[in-house]
């Protein structure tokens, strides 16, 4: 089974910026990649997602703040995430789709982020 690593977050002031990756330990080439983000006691929420294709998506929230992209030759997907607000403090996890939109592996250990105002 492929596993999923997150990195990059931290703690950061309100208006600040961090990039997050995930690393996957086989290739992506061929799947949709997706962020998603935890708060404590609560469902995942999406966040973004990007097709084998290219194409990306975002929550309302997170709509012009944060940009999602992929290096395939690396098997690496990425988050930059500007602006940030208190709000998008959580555990923010990558997961792997299928063209189809079904999750493939299972969740990883996330990467924590803390915007502070």
């Known amino acids: 089974q492929v596993q999923l690593v997150e990195a990059g977050g931290g703690l950061v002031q309100a208006g600040g910026s961090l990039r997050l990756s995930c690393a996957a330990s086989?290739?992506?080439?061929?799947?949709?990649m997706g962020w998603y983000l935890q708060a404590p006691g609560k469902q995942p929420e999406f966040v973004a997602n990007?097709?084998?294709?290219?194409?990306?998506n975002y929550a309302d929230s997170v709509q012009g703040r944060f940009t999602i992209s992929r290096d395939n030759a690396k098997d690496t997907v990425y988050l930059q995430m500007n602006s940030l607000k208190p709000e998008d403090t959580a555990v923010y996890y990558c997961?792997?789709?299928?063209?189809?939109?079904?999750?493939?592996?299972?969740w990883g250990q996330g990467t924590q982020v803390t915007v502070s105002s």
């Open positions: 990007i097709t084998s294709g290219g194409s990306n």
């Open positions: 997961r792997t789709f299928t063209t189809s939109g079904r999750a493939l592996y299972n």
């Open positions: 086989g290739s992506i080439i061929s799947n949709n």
